[in-house]
Nanobody
């Protein structure tokens, strides 16, 4: 199982970025996939989760209405569209997958139970 996050960068407040999580080595039909983030000096937090097989999505309150998670079953890629970015969104963003967890676990835990992780991508939002 491999996951690779990409798409991070530097953006001004109010700007947008789209993160991609490219996956390989497993079939989606049993997995929950999610985005987490960790800001400097802070604990990791869940951002958004998705069940690719049926499209159910879940969002942390801090990003609801601004971020959109989606899954492309043809390319096994999960996206996180981030709009109206704020300085407090600055963090390293990680994608993770697990075959046993419900995707809501992404926003209710810090992700320690997720089995598979990709390397992160840094998002910096300047004020």
């Amino acid at each position: 199982v491999q996951l690779q996050a990409s798409g991070g960068g530097l953006v001004q407040t109010g700007g947008s970025l789209r993160l991609s999580c490219t996956t390989s080595g497993f079939t989606w039909d049993r997995y929950a996939i999610g985005w987490f983030r960790q800001a400097p000096g802070k604990a990791r937090e869940g951002v958004s989760g998705i069940s690719p097989v049926d499209g159910r999505t879940y969002y942390a309150e801090s990003v609801k209405g601004r971020f959109t998670i989606s899954a492309d079953n043809a390319t096994n890629t999960v996206y996180l569209q981030m709009n109206s970015l704020k300085p407090e969104d600055t963090a390293v963003y990680y994608c993770a997958a697990d075959p046993h967890l419900h995707p809501i676990v992404v926003i209710t835990t810090n992700g320690n139970a997720f089995e598979h992780w990709g390397k992160g991508t840094l998002v910096t939002v300047s004020s």
